[in-house]
Every structure is written in C-alpha cells, then in structure tokens.
C-alpha cells in the first residue's frame, strides 16, 4: 500500500492527468479496485489542496487506500450485488468498517491511527470528529472522496450522476 500511495503521490505532483475520469465521465465497469483508486486520488488532491505536508499525504492516502479493507468479509455476491441491497446485506456492508479496523489493528501499535481512520470514516454525527485529530480528519476527507466517487460513477444498482449534481447532493446531506 504504502508503495501504491508513492507512485500516486508522484503522478499527482507531476499534475492533474489522474482526475480526468472525474470528469470526463463513462469509463469502464465498476470495480472495487477502480473505486479503491480512485477514492485516493481525489482524497490526495484534497489534502493538497489543503495543504498537508508530504508526510501527511502519505498517511492520507494509505487510509484512502485501505478503507475498504473489511470487504474482505462481506460476501462477494453482496459487494458487487445488481440491484438494491436486503437489510442484511446492509449491515453487512456498514459492518466492514469495523472489521477492516480490526484488521488493521493488528498491523502493531504504529498503525492505531490507521485503523481509527478506517473505523471513523462513516461517522456523520454533528461534532463526532475532534480538530486536530489526523485519525479523524483523514475519515473525513476519505469519506468526502468516497462519496463523490461513487455518485460520480455508474453502481450496479444506478447511474452514475454529473459533476454538480454529485456536489449539490453532498451539500444538501450537510445540512
């Protein structure tokens, strides 16, 4: 991962090539790798944007990168499922972030900041994250980007929709 996250560190800094598909639409079938991706692209270029150091754009990608590690537990059928999903299946879905954090967990205790990211990322609740917290601020970019992707894309169960759409509904679910 942490390679994953160099080699896009140096494309991003070269330029702004790798978010063309954001905005050109289409593209190929969905794939949890393409999303994986793309999720840390754009979350690279928020926390350039934002301007984190290097270090902290390291950090921010292998959260990115490694967010959906717990789909590894969720069924193949329910992850990549044609339609909308059972309540079931979308607990089993909601379930991945703590299992991915688990995971992540036992990578020592210099990796505890990764595996709260991973688990915090779809916290929504008004002052659930604390400033100053990377763990959590990370979450949140990632989350940001999560979002965004996958509004911008084509999901089995519907059609991807347009740039301002996807930022009108982003701000809409805000309030």
Excluded at 7 to 15: D, T, Y
Excluded at 56 to 78: C, H, I, M, N, T
Aim: net charge neutral; glycine share 10%.
């Amino acid at each position: 991962a942490r390679q994953a996250v160099e080699i896009l560190l140096e494309c991003m800094n070269a330029g702004d090539a790798l978010l063309v598909p954001f905005f050109s639409g289409g593209g190929p079938p969905p794939s949890l790798a393409r999303e994986v991706a793309n999720v840390c692209i754009l979350s690279l270029k928020m926390g350039m944007e934002l301007g984190y150091a290097q270090d902290e754009r390291r950090r921010l990608g292998l959260v990115a990168l490694l967010s959906d590690v717990g789909k590894v537990y969720v069924p193949a059928g329910v992850v990549g499922k044609q339609g909308p999903l059972t309540p079931g299946e979308r607990a089993a879905i909601k379930e991945h972030q703590r299992e991915g954090a688990k995971l992540l967990q036992k990578l020592g205790p210099e990796y505890q900041w990764l595996a709260l990211a991973v688990e915090k990322r779809y916290e929504r609740a008004a002052g659930a994250r604390q400033p100053g917290n990377e763990g959590e601020e990370f979450a949140a970019i990632v989350h940001l980007a999560d979002v965004y992707e996958s509004l911008v894309h084509h999901r089995p169960f519907r059609e991807r929709i347009g740039i301002f759409e996807a930022l009108k509904e982003i701000f809409q679910s805000q309030r």
